[in-house]
Nanobody, 121 residues
Framework: QVQLVESGGGLVQPGGSLRLSCAAS????????MGWYRQAPGKQRDVVAT???????NYADSVKGRFTISRDNYKNTVYLQMNSLKPEDTAVYYC???????????????WGQGTLVTVSS
């Protein structure tokens, strides 16, 4: 089994910063792409940022220049540094990873439990 555990969410004022973390654990052989997604109440889940095993990144237009995704392959952890936060960034943020498990022949998608980020005065 593989588990993704997120942390770092909370309440922050507009213009503030938060850093989200997501650590993968279990019988992991390797992890391919990791990413952050978010879902606001009543809306669909959208991609925020992704990062490949080689460090190539992609960002949603709405967060470019404000958010930075990074990863530590040794710790099987992905991060999302969020700066200049806006009220429209308020959402539940989910971690995602493509993981090759021990004894498996294919990569499978895994999701974290989600962490709430609220941007408000």
């Amino acid at each position: 089994q593989v588990q993704l555990v997120e942390s770092g969410g909370g309440l922050v004022q507009p213009g503030g910063s938060l850093r989200l973390s997501c650590a993968a654990s279990g019988s992991i052989i390797s992890i391919n792409t990791m990413g952050w997604y978010r879902q606001a109440p009543g809306k669909q889940r959208d991609v925020v940022a992704t990062i490949t095993s080689g460090g190539s990144t992609n960002y949603a237009d709405s967060v470019k220049g404000r958010f930075t995704i990074s990863r530590d392959n040794y710790k099987n952890t992905v991060y999302l540094q969020m700066n200049s936060l806006k009220p429209e960034d308020t959402a539940v943020y989910y971690c995602n990873a493509l993981v090759l498990r021990s004894g498996s022949w294919q990569y499978l998608e895994h999701w974290g439990q989600g962490t709430l980020v609220t941007v408000s005065s």
